[in-house]
């Protein structure tokens, strides 16, 4: 590989785990508060106390927008580090991805349509007591098998939903999110085609390195108001195994990049720099179609935290706590299955709550409930999310042994009908696939 690279297999590290495990909590207290303390998201009574927390860092805690570009970055990173290891074979990689993705989101949206059938809407009921009109949005089709099979692949996994981050030509084919069973998988179409992106980075990286950083300078360029900028920067980071060396001994310039990542990421709503609005309302095919100005600004904040925080010693140091480390491996199947527990479950036990308690305890006492019952599920779903795991491995695996077999027969057949050079000049054979992929 021609960037820097280490050559052992990379190690899995610790805290980024634990990074994606609060970025997944992030997006849980999200869509919690937005159900049962709506002035904490939307706009509330100037001069509230909730006006002065949307407005202050400590939103950032519950910022779930700005918590999915962190993702991206992440997957950028980790599978930069994966796809090196198995560049010859690069179809067995994507068809691996495809399944990695896509049974866990069949499964979550069969969860989601069990609640429907099961428990209807409470939400709406819930909404009028909580006074969240967000709660009471519908976020389903019809029920059947086509609709789940349609949203959980093709929406989800390949098309996206309109109006949210994608790829634009698709746009004629894709439903609006509010017919998806899980609103949130609108993320995983940008996570497929983000793994493309760092598939062809990674192959680039391995031919050349001038090649490499042409391919990386016009990625950026191209990409520089769209979500999947962060699976660029995860590359170059991955790239330069920035999350394994040791962190810098001043650790001045981390911090601000964290701090200003914050704000960047909590001021989004009101305010955006006239640069990034002037740029993201440009009308040119030169870049990719991108975001409005405040969602790009939350994906540019989102960088500058990640960035930041692999570099502080004393985060890597407290992201590796084993207990955060484990409970975080169970951020894909919280992310996934939050949003079915939200709205039947967790919304049955606040119309329940406020007719015992009040509406005061009620709106605290479905969000510390439905917390335990969303990490319950997440449990449970972790079967499934291993079972993706283990078969999109399996899967890889079975085809890189295909690919190696075929290579193999196409090298013994084209021996044994070689002509001795000495007869008939040098001969000409097909490359061998592996070595000059590895070369």
Same mark, same amino acid.
């Given at each position: 590989m021609t960037p820097p690279s280490h050559s052992a297999e990379p190690q899995r590290l610790a805290y980024l785990e634990s990074i994606r495990g609060l970025a997944a909590v992030q997006v849980v207290l999200l869509h919690f508060f937005s159900?049962?303390?709506?002035?904490?998201?939307?706009?509330?009574?100037?001069? $509230?106390?909730?006006?002065?927390?949307?407005?202050?860092?400590?939103?950032?805690?519950?910022?779930?927008?700005?918590?999915?570009?962190?993702?991206?970055?992440?997957?950028?990173?980790? #599978?930069s580090r994966s796809f090196e290891r198995h560049l010859q074979r690069p179809l067995a990689l994507i068809s691996a991805r495809a399944l990695r993705l896509g049974l866990p989101a069949v499964a979550a949206v069969l969860v989601s349509a069990a609640v429907i059938e099961i428990l209807g809407r409470p939400n709406v009921d819930a909404s009028a007591i909580s006074g969240s009109e967000w709660f009471a949005s519908p976020h389903f089709t019809e029920l059947s098998m086509l609709s789940v099979v349609r949203d959980g692949v093709g929406n989800a996994l390949f098309l996206g939903y309109r109006g949210l981050p994608g790829v634009a030509f698709l746009a004629p084919w894709q439903q609006p999110i509010d017919q998806s069973f899980v609103p949130p998988l609108w993320?995983?179409?940008?996570?497929?085609?983000?793994?493309?992106?760092?598939?062809?980075?990674?192959?680039?990286? %391995? @031919? $050349?390195?001038?090649?490499?950083?042409?391919?990386?300078? #016009?990625?950026?360029?191209?990409?520089? %108001? $769209?979500?999947?900028?962060?699976?660029?920067?995860?590359?170059? *980071?991955?790239?330069?195994?920035?999350a394994e060396k040791p962190a810098p001994a001043n650790q001045l310039l981390p911090a601000m990049a964290v701090a200003l990542g914050v704000f960047l990421c909590v001021r989004a709503d009101i305010w955006q720099f006239e640069g990034l609005r002037r740029l993201c309302s440009e009308s040119t095919f030169w870049l990719f179609p991108g975001q409005t100005a405040a969602p790009q600004q939350k994906a540019l904040g989102a960088i500058l935290v990640l960035t930041g925080l692999i570099h502080l010693q004393w985060a890597r140091s407290a992201l590796s706590w084993?207990?955060?480390? %484990?409970?975080? @491996?169970?951020?894909?199947?919280?992310?996934?299955?939050?949003?079915?527990?939200?709205?039947?479950?967790?919304?049955?036990?606040?119309?329940?709550?406020?007719?015992?308690?009040?509406?005061? *305890?009620? %709106?605290?006492?479905?969000?510390?409930?439905?917390?335990? #019952?969303?990490?319950?599920?997440?449990? #449970?779903?972790?079967?499934?999310?291993?079972?993706?795991l283990s078969l999109s491995r399996r899967w890889r695996e079975r085809l890189s042994g295909l690919t190696i077999e075929m290579a193999t027969l196409r090298r013994t057949t084209v021996g044994r009908h070689a002509v001795p050079a000495e007869r008939t000049g040098p001969v000409s054979v097909l490359p061998d696939l592996d070595r000059s992929a590895a070369a």
């Amino acid at each position: 590989m021609t960037p820097p690279s280490h050559s052992a297999e990379p190690q899995r590290l610790a805290y980024l785990e634990s990074i994606r495990g609060l970025a997944a909590v992030q997006v849980v207290l999200l869509h919690f508060f937005s159900a049962f303390r709506p002035d904490l998201v939307f706009e509330s009574a100037r001069g $509230s106390p909730a006006w002065y927390v949307h407005l202050s860092p400590l939103s950032f805690l519950y910022d779930g927008h700005s918590a999915v570009y962190i993702f991206f970055v992440l997957s950028g990173y980790v #599978l930069s580090r994966s796809f090196e290891r198995h560049l010859q074979r690069p179809l067995a990689l994507i068809s691996a991805r495809a399944l990695r993705l896509g049974l866990p989101a069949v499964a979550a949206v069969l969860v989601s349509a069990a609640v429907i059938e099961i428990l209807g809407r409470p939400n709406v009921d819930a909404s009028a007591i909580s006074g969240s009109e967000w709660f009471a949005s519908p976020h389903f089709t019809e029920l059947s098998m086509l609709s789940v099979v349609r949203d959980g692949v093709g929406n989800a996994l390949f098309l996206g939903y309109r109006g949210l981050p994608g790829v634009a030509f698709l746009a004629p084919w894709q439903q609006p999110i509010d017919q998806s069973f899980v609103p949130p998988l609108w993320t995983l179409s940008i996570e497929f085609y983000g793994s493309l992106s760092v598939l062809l980075l990674s192959w680039f990286a %391995r @031919r $050349s390195r001038p090649l490499w950083w042409a391919a990386v300078v #016009l990625a950026t360029f191209f990409t520089i %108001r $769209s979500a999947y900028l962060c699976f660029v920067v995860g590359h170059l *980071l991955a790239n330069w195994h920035r999350a394994e060396k040791p962190a810098p001994a001043n650790q001045l310039l981390p911090a601000m990049a964290v701090a200003l990542g914050v704000f960047l990421c909590v001021r989004a709503d009101i305010w955006q720099f006239e640069g990034l609005r002037r740029l993201c309302s440009e009308s040119t095919f030169w870049l990719f179609p991108g975001q409005t100005a405040a969602p790009q600004q939350k994906a540019l904040g989102a960088i500058l935290v990640l960035t930041g925080l692999i570099h502080l010693q004393w985060a890597r140091s407290a992201l590796s706590w084993p207990w955060l480390v %484990r409970y975080s @491996r169970l951020s894909f199947p919280v992310y996934l299955v939050h949003w079915p527990i939200l709205f039947g479950p967790v919304a049955l036990i606040f119309l329940w709550l406020s007719g015992v308690v009040g509406l005061g *305890l009620a %709106r605290v006492g479905a969000i510390v409930a439905g917390i335990g #019952l969303v990490f319950l599920a997440g449990l #449970l779903f972790s079967q499934v999310d291993r079972a993706a795991l283990s078969l999109s491995r399996r899967w890889r695996e079975r085809l890189s042994g295909l690919t190696i077999e075929m290579a193999t027969l196409r090298r013994t057949t084209v021996g044994r009908h070689a002509v001795p050079a000495e007869r008939t000049g040098p001969v000409s054979v097909l490359p061998d696939l592996d070595r000059s992929a590895a070369a």
